[in-house]
């Protein structure tokens, strides 16, 4: 239990750790409250046995006399008056502690699944390279909620319970440690037992929940993200069956726990029914005190009260805690081992580097974990600023991890980049980022209207609308945002963009890469999935920015690049041959069968 405590308590702040701290404190407040509730009914049962006790009890004595009791029935119904008044205050104190408990933990949530976000976009692109999307959606959302509710919860449930049921049971054994003894044996020993068989299969069906949860939201990633293709072919009852399998897995991993943790309690609580007759038995038959048997039961029944819904919540938690362990397991690893690459963009955020000379590639040289040998290798090359540079090869040259190096999202492990002779490093990566406008070859599009997502990432009072509307004209999409969507620029593009055609996702792009209005421009394969008709709009898009700005192409299409001042080769990971487009067509045979080829498919 040390180390659950010891890794929730990781992921806290320093401040909450100290919330927590007087929480527990209260805590310490409301066991005590139990104890006192419970002893103070026994006064009051015992003066309600036998009235005439307030005479030959030193303690009785004192306080009626004390306080100037006239009657032994006014005393009686005092007794049983501050018995209540004990009891109201218990449970609101209860009920207050509670309430900030659950306040407090469940704002952990919020807090604990923020936290790991800002690890996970903060962390290395390379970390995304290895991990499947869905898994993280599960771990934000599913595994950081079974923390919350699975462990942190019962795990200060227990801490408080644990309390009030020892105070009890010091209190029993104060009045009788044979009674005691036997209550503790019965109900603990019980409890403890079925823990013991039980604690494997627990953990064994929470690993499984866990895994079978990350396929729930697999399944649920590519059944709506592929919906397309699954209602062309006809294959919605195999995703069905994909999401129903795991779902299925899950609701029996629930249950299960549910069983172990929910069963005990109707067998111990015939086992505690018996245990109370039994301490009748023994006070009234073998202690034979007649006198002491209805104070004496009244206090059992109410401990029992008190103490029997404390041991199965107990047992409830705990169980709890040791199903859900393998969620905190999780989410406690990616905590500590996601570690960001950077200084927070905030720092950097209204700085942009300068550029007007050129970039220098020195010596890079890059090689992907678990990789049998580089992609990139001493890799140098000097791209003159407002000039147009195209990267061309086959699958396997090096054309995207260059690109990735080139934008900061892959870090090489020799090597440096040079901005106007300034090396790039953690520190000024972010304003060199800011210089930088990227088109990708599959544009993302969030179900927002079209201003958002070319103004991407930016809030609604920071959007500069001619900053928008300037992009657009250089994107050549104005004139169709302004003439032919309902509501212009107000438009809903739908998910992913689902109500535009492929090139005007692709100019949407394009505008969005040109909001910041950067010094340098990449084309990341941005034509590849386009028509001849299309290419040719987005060309003149790419053209409008010739020596305005240094623009960067990655393509297989050689269209796309015919236009270029200068166009490498690459082959390995390594400058094969340069040129401009003649020059590589009347010299490379390589480049002379790739122009061969796309003039085939064209």
Known sequence: MRKIFKKIFTLLLVGEQTKLYLLIGAMIGVALFDMIGVASIFPFLTVMSNPQVIQTNAKLQWIYNQFGFSSKDLFLVTLGVVSFVILLIN???RAGVAIALLRFIWLKRYIISKQLLSKYLYGPYAFFLNRNTSELTAYLISEVARVISGVLIPSMQVFARSLSATLILILLFATDPIVALVIIGIMGGGYTLVYVFSRKILFRTGEELSKNSKKMYKALNEAFGGIKDIKLLGKERIFIERYGEPTKKCTDSYCSQFVISQFPRYAFEILTFGGVLCATIY??????????????IGMYI??????MPALQQIFQDITSIRFNLPALETIYDDYINCTQDRRDSATQSDRIMAFSQKIEFHNISFQYPKAQKSVIENFNLIIKANTTVGFVGGTGAGKTTLVDIFLGLLCSQNGDIRVDNI????DNLRMWQANIGYVPQHIYLCDDTVTRNIAFGISDGEIDSESVRRSAQLANIHEFITKEL??????????????????????????????HNPSVVVFDEATSALDGIMEDTIMEAIHNLAYKKTVIIVAHRLSTVKECDIIYLLEQGKIIDQGTYQELLAKSEQFRKMAKVVSAAS
């Open 91 to 93: 449970n609101v104190f």
């Open 423 to 426: 090396k790039l490093s953690v």
């Open 486 to 515: 309902s509501n212009g620029y107000e438009t809903e593009v739908g998910e992913r963009g689902i109500r535009l055609s492929g090139g005007q996702r692709q100019r949407i792009g394009i505008a969005r890469a040109l909001y």
């Open 283 to 296: 006070i009234a038959v073998i202690k034979k005190d007649y006198q002491q048997v209805i104070p004496l």
């Open 302 to 307: 109410f401990s029992a009260y008190r103490l």
